[in-house]
């Protein structure tokens, strides 16, 4: 899923809910401003894997969250 879309029109101090966990949208835009462009959750390994153009890189809740 694209990370754009999902924080459209939140605020810094709201969550979304991607997958089963509900992240940071100030964490997302930290991620959106270093060139990451999707995000695509693995609830088995409590993992979520994001790539843009130039980056991507796979990380666990606490790793976005510690962004915010």
């Known amino acids: 899923m694209k990370i754009e879309e999902l924080i459209s029109g939140k605020g810094d101090g709201e969550k979304v809910s991607v997958g089963s966990v509900s992240l940071s949208v100030s964490a997302l835009k930290e991620f959106v401003r270093d060139g990451y462009l999707h995000v ?20 666990t809740e606490q790793e976005i969250l510690n962004r915010a």
Do not use: D, Q, V
């Open 40 to 59: 695509r959750p693995y609830e088995s390994e409590h993992t979520f894997s994001m790539w843009g153009k130039t980056c991507t890189g796979c990380f």
